[in-house]
Structure formats: structure tokens, C-alpha cells
């Protein structure tokens, strides 16, 4: 499995079978590559929505 980080952006996850939330919820994997939140605001936790376009910083 490899993570990467995209500047201002989600966490890219390659080769996961599950990602595990905050709270420990399993959530499965069915493609090759997902973007995990790392901004907090998304609606659909823990999978990234393109807020962090919106999201204003700092």
C-alpha cells in the first residue's frame, strides 16, 4: 500500500482493501486508488469531495 499527500489536497491511497476512520469504522475499498479527506470539511467522510477548493485557509 502506498500513500501520497497532494498539496492542498486529499490523501491519495493505493492498495488498500479498507480505510479506517477517526472513530475506527472500517470502511472497504473497491477501486485502486481513492482520496481520503485530509481538509476535515468533506460530506462524505472518509472519502475526499473536492471541498477543499471551496474551503478557505488560514
Known amino acids: 500500500m502506498s500513500v501520497r ?11 488498500a482493501d479498507v480505510v479506517r476512520d477517526e472513530a475506527g469504522v472500517a470502511h472497504a ?14 460530506g462524505r467522510p472518509p ?4 471541498t ?3 474551503v478557505r485557509r488560514g
Open 5 to 15: 499527500l497532494c498539496p492542498g489536497g486529499p490523501l491519495l491511497v493505493r492498495g
Open 29 to 42: 475499498v473497491t477501486r485502486p486508488v481513492v482520496a481520503v479527506c485530509a481538509c476535515g470539511k468533506t
Open 47 to 50: 472519502w475526499c469531495d473536492g
Open 52 to 54: 477543499h477548493k471551496v
